[in-house]
């Protein structure tokens, strides 16, 4: 997981973060990305099921439409 630091200042009521900085942060690090079948050629595709990204070496979804310019 990647080292995340955060200058926070002090409030009684609530925390808020001034400076973020991250360091070297992974794809597959992100929470909502399912990177587990990554390999050469691979997308990203949503999955409104699981509510992440996943990535596939194929693509078959019903619902995909795929709009392209002038070549």
Do not use: E
């Amino acid at each position: 997981m990647a080292n995340i630091k955060a200058k926070v200042r002090k409030n009684p009521q609530k925390v808020v973060a001034q400076t973020l900085r991250v360091g070297n942060i992974a794809f597959a690090d992100l929470t909502d990305v399912d990177a587990s079948a990554q390999s050469d050629g691979g997308m990203i595709i949503f999955n409104a099921t699981t509510s992440k990204y996943t990535v596939s070496n194929n693509i078959s979804n019903q619902n995909l439409q795929i709009t392209g310019g002038t070549y």
